[in-house]
């Protein structure tokens, strides 16, 4: 297996689209299989031709892709790069013996209902459950369904990792653009499944620490949750048996913060649902990060931006631009720890980042950060592009996040181990 990655940011797209097949070629080195194309809003009038310019370098190459409001990618100096809001143009070739490479485009009106067998999603996508693909998955933020899709393909492909980011312009989301094979689209979502010698780690860093306990919700109907009990053994299961209201619990959370958390708690305040029901020591990462999108004073209740259920836990987090780039670098740790990904040759691995549009520079006040955070840990090629909506795991399922960055590392499934 091999990668390669160089990112143009040349004004004109003819000049653009030549130097990152030339140069991607070159440094492959050998004929390339996949295809990866993330380019900027600011070509979205010459989209319709992007295509037809990487094809006539690549005929023979499946290719997808996306536009971005920023494009991550590789400069001329070797070190990764994020352009955010100017003309850019990131492609990703890879040379994948072993490794069978299927794209797809999907409309809305061909997914199945959601009570379908797993057989109609595998048809769909024409792909067997027992080939164990990797998905990349790129979707359109307005007509692809993405949170049906993603479901979907949970249930039919439930050990599969997925990852991937909803097309953006970064100005008003629209048109977007999706690139599959020799076309263009502006609906729906396009991906790739990757079967064989290949596997998918993930990283989902949501920029978010929690605070105060966690705690059980005893009642709740649809995303309202009614009534909580605090959490507050060691191991975060055991209650102290005192129900309350969801807002009297907040206020009380919020009154025992520092100064700084509670300023921060006025504008930056979330909620992280537990995944893992089993899990009794929660740590970062743990969470699937919701929007706390409401209050009711007078029932005491909270709405969130996701479905809940009698006997979740649920904790509330915090979010800020420190707590970012500490949540990554956290996860990052834990990652390098854990997983042994122990090459020097950086041409057997790659990494995609898949980046909220809220993040960047008008986060950390800084370019380049996540991306060169994630090199400073794993020296390996990186692109992608900055998301309308971030795909990643969490748990076992997968889900469309917001404020988040999602990491998607590539390698060789024999010959490395990994989590």
């Known amino acids: 297996m091999r990668w390669s990655n160089f990112l143009s940011t040349r004004p004109s797209l003819e000049a653009a689209v030549k130097e990152v097949a030339e140069k991607s070629l070159e440094s492959l080195g050998t004929t390339a299989d996949l295809g990866l194309v993330f380019i900027s809003s600011a070509f979205t009038s010459e989209y319709p031709r992007v295509m037809p310019l990487l094809k006539e370098h690549l005929p023979e190459t499946v290719i997808i892709g996306c536009g971005g ?57 024409g792909v067997p459950t027992a080939d164990e693909p990797q998905f990349i998955i790129l979707g359109d933020p307005f007509s692809g369904k993405i949170n049906d899709l993603l479901q979907g393909l949970d249930y039919a492909y439930p050990n599969s990792p997925k990852v991937g980011g909803l097309a953006s312009s970064g100005v008003n989301g629209q048109n977007a653009g999706l690139f599959c094979e020799n076309r263009l689209y502006q609906e729906g979502t396009v991906g790739v499944s990757l079967s064989g010698n290949i596997i998918l780690e993930t990283i989902v860093a949501q920029g978010c620490r929690p605070i105060g306990q966690p705690y059980r919700v005893t009642e709740g109907e649809r995303n309202i949750v009614l009534e909580l009990e605090e959490l507050v053994s060691s191991d975060q299961i055991v209650s102290n048996g005192i129900k309350q209201s969801p807002l009297a619990a907040l206020q009380n959370l919020v009154q025992n913060l520092n100064e700084k958390d509670r300023k921060l708690a006025e504008n930056s305040l979330f909620v992280g649902i537990v995944r893992d029901e089993f899990k009794q020591n929660l740590e970062q990462g743990d969470f699937l990060i919701r929007n706390l999108i409401g209050v009711d004073p007078k029932a005491g209740a909270i709405a969130i931006g996701d479905k809940v259920r009698t006997g979740q836990r649920i904790q509330f987090h915090l979010r800020d631009a420190h707590t970012s780039a500490e949540d990554l670098e956290i996860l990052l740790q834990r990652y390098r720890r854990e997983v042994a990904l122990e090459t020097k040759d950086t041409n057997n691995a790659a990494a995609l980042m898949f980046s909220c549009l809220g993040r960047g520079e008008g986060l950390y006040g800084k370019p380049n950060f996540d991306s060169r955070l994630f090199s400073s840990y794993l020296d390996i090629p990186i692109s992608g592009f900055f998301c309308n909506g971030e795909i990643g795991p969490v748990g076992s399922s997968t889900f469309l996040h917001g404020y988040t960055s999602v990491f998607g590392i590539i390698n060789i499934k024999h010959k490395y181990s990994f989590m």
């Not at 790069?81 to 070739?93: D, G, K, N, P, W």
């Not at 485009?105 to 797993?118: E, K, M, T």
Request: glycine residues 8%.
């Open 69 to 125: 409001g920023g494009i991550v990618g590789m400069n001329e100096y070797g070190k990764p790069e994020e352009v955010e809001q100017q003309t850019a143009i990131s492609l990703s070739l890879a040379h994948l013996p072993e490794v069978t490479v299927k794209a797809f485009h999907i409309s809305a009106g061909q997914l199945p209902d959601l009570d379908s067998s797993p057989d109609r999603w595998c048809n769909l996508i």
